[in-house]
């Protein structure tokens, strides 16, 4: 036990340094997710961050860092009561750690990501409670509620993602978020407006293929809404087929 409190990272982590496998290890894992994230322009500016859960740890990304170059000794771990095990010298954990605990708590999630796509700002600028999108193939992609095994929506399905108001300081978004995620039991995603987007799911695999694929329902929506067409009007009701 280290003086700060805090368990050696040799000692703490799970992953490859306990038998886990190299795929699915979050110190490996975070900082390459990391890497790509900052190159689809989702975190810069140290904006956004990654939770992760794996074998009864919780390993989350610094505060105020560039993050895309985090390394894994940079990454706090903690255990399944919230309770930290291994903290960074020199380093905070991200300000959004008490959003990510209620994605892990409340939805049994594998993984958190929080991004600052302007796709998903922008979207936030064209509707008041909800994003409505419906007759996309890329909805597919999309895990409805947390039951296990994962239940995919069809392409011809509403999807709707709650859009909640921003505050200055993250730890007050904890109770809109919370409220959001009680009252839209099905949904795997939450936005902010003026700020950004949540997304959770089961394991980093299956929540960064639905974060790509929010991503890519923003951008053809905000493509559609410019050309006039509604993405939430359903093909049957719709002039442009
Ligand atoms: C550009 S500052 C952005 C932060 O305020 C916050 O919204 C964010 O996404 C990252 O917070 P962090 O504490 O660095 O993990
Ligand atoms: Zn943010």
Aim: neutral net charge.
């Amino acid at each position: 036990m280290a003086a700060n409190g805090v368990n050696n990272i040799a000692t703490t982590t799970s992953g490859t340094n306990a038998g886990g496998s190299v795929e699915n290890d979050p110190l490996v894992l975070i900082p390459e997710l990391s890497r790509l994230f900052y190159k689809n322009g989702w975190v810069t500016g140290t904006a956004g961050g990654i939770s992760m859960r794996y074998q009864n740890q919780i390993y989350i990304t610094p505060s105020s860092v560039q993050k895309e170059r985090i390394k894994s000794t940079d990454l706090f771990i903690y255990n399944d009561n919230e309770e930290i095990t291994y903290s960074p010298p020199l380093l905070k954990p991200s300000q959004c750690s008490p959003l990510f605990f209620l994605s892990h708590r409340f939805r049994n999630a594998g993984c958190c990501i929080h991004t600052h796509s302007q796709n998903a700002v922008l979207i936030t600028l064209k509707y008041d409670k909800e994003f409505i999108v419906i007759d996309q193939e890329m909805i597919k992609g999309i895990i409805k509620g947390y039951d296990q095994p994962p239940q995919y929506y069809k392409n011809f399905e509403k999807l709707v993602i709650p859009i909640i108001d921003n505050h200055p300081e993250e730890l007050d978004l904890k109770q809109p978020l919370y409220e959001a995620m009680e009252k839209y039991p099905e949904t795997n995603a939450i936005l902010v407006r003026r700020h950004g987007l949540f997304v959770w799911g089961p394991n980093w695999a299956k929540t960064k293929t639905m974060t790509e694929c929010f991503d890519y329902l923003f951008e053809i929506s905000l493509k559609m809404l410019a050309l006039g067409i509604d993405p939430s009007i359903p093909v049957s009701n719709n002039s442009n087929k």
